[in-house]
């Protein structure tokens, strides 16, 4: 059926991604208006979503793939994320900076090109 194949994971991957989303917005805007400097705050909304991201997609998203399970797989899930991160640090320094365009643009790659890395990485290296 095609919610066990590839097709249905990239749909999960997609519907946790925004769930994760949420969550990071969640935890980084009140903390960020009302307690700590945006750069905390940010650091700790990634915390908390990519804790959250990992839990669902390891239980959701990529049921029935076999992972080393552990902090090996944990410590792969937290790089891909990573890499998500560094991704969407550069396209907005690259979009908003050197091409001078509104601080929007960068969210067309940020929206269409790192999830459909994240999932490739997260399905072929984290949840083989």
């Known amino acids: ?10 749909v999960r991957f997609g519907i946790v991604g925004l769930a994760s989303t949420f969550v990071y917005a969640v935890v980084y805007w009140p903390l960020a208006t009302y307690a700590i400097p ?3 705050a940010s650091i700790a909304g990634f915390l908390v979503a990519v804790v959250f991201g990992y839990v669902f997609h ?3 998203s ?8 552990g902090m090996g797989t944990q410590s792969k899930f937290v790089a891909v994320q990573s890499v998500g991160m560094a991704m969407n640090a550069a396209f ?3 979009i908003t900076g050197p091409m001078h365009q509104p601080t ?3 969210l067309l ?6 999830p459909v890395i994240t999932f490739a990485l997260n399905r072929y290296l984290v949840f083989k």
């Open 1 to 10: 059926m095609w919610a066990n194949g590839v097709f249905g994971q990239l």
């Open 38 to 40: 945006p750069v905390l």
């Open 58 to 60: 390891s239980r959701w």
């Open 62 to 69: 990529f049921k029935g793939h076999e992972a080393e399970g």
């Open 92 to 94: 907005t320094w690259v």
């Open 104 to 106: 929007w643009v960068p």
């Open 109 to 114: 790659p940020v929206v269409f090109v790192t």
